[in-house]
């Protein structure tokens, strides 16, 4: 089946540190989602990317939608203590909506 | 802003029984999906749904499941005869045509 690899699978960073994650596939994707779980909360969308190339922001989140339609990266500047969480990646394909999942990058940020 | 509602936030439930799990998608989207995530693993797809039909269903989409769309603003989600793994948070999400998916706070199962 389709499946999307995320790494990494968890982060331990000093507050202030910049975060990069990213997500590939061995399936062409017409759309990169990246959501945020806080925990006991359901996914919230951050950014979404639909054209390949596609670099888009969200205040202090970057996210890019690779070339060849199969990744897709995610970058927080400065991180702070509210961005502690599970970042989850998802690809979407144009012949049908199912979400394909990331299993998540966990970001522990140290005081 | 819109968003999608579901309830109960919680549910406790003997194993065995029947559980039906409801959810009130952003109204003018057109696809709906129910996923389910066991404490600390990923996010799982079970069953997106179109037209009043399912679309696509994951293998753990099974007999046990069916979902509803009864009076064209509920999205409902029933697991019959609950087993202690079905435990787990289910996300109930939709999206208009060419968007992206919102989802729903989740409803935590506890199949006892």
């Known amino acids: 089946g389709q499946q999307l690899n995320q790494s990494p699978q968890s982060m331990f960073i000093q507050e202030g540190e910049d975060v990069s994650m990213n997500c590939t596939s061995s399936?062409?994707?017409?759309?990169w989602l990246w959501y945020k779980q806080d925990p006991g909360e359901g996914p919230v969308l951050l950014i979404a990317l639909y054209k390949a190339g596609e670099l888009t922001s969200n205040g202090r989140l970057t996210a890019q939608f690779g070339i060849t339609r199969k990744d897709s990266f995610l970058n927080i500047s400065a991180s702070i203590p509210s961005d502690v969480g599970i970042y989850f990646c998802a690809g979407q394909m144009a012949q049908d909506y199912q979400l394909i999942w990331g299993a998540g990058t966990k970001l522990i940020i140290k005081p | 802003e819109p968003e999608v509602t579901q309830t109960p936030s919680h549910q406790v439930t003997q194993m065995g029984q029947e559980v039906i799990l409801r959810c009130v998608p952003i109204s003018n989207h057109l696809y709906f999906y129910w996923y389910r995530q066991i404490l600390g693993q990923k996010v799982e797809f079970l069953v997106s749904f179109y037209n009043n039909e399912i679309s696509e269903k994951s293998e753990i989409f099974d007999d046990q499941f069916s979902v509803e769309r009864p009076d064209g603003s509920n999205f409902t989600l029933k697991i019959r005869s609950t087993k202690l793994e079905d435990s787990a948070m289910y996300f109930c999400a939709s999206s208009g045509l060419y968007t992206e998916a919102f989802f729903g706070q989740g409803t935590r199962l506890t199949v006892v």
């Open positions: 399936s062409i994707f017409n759309t």
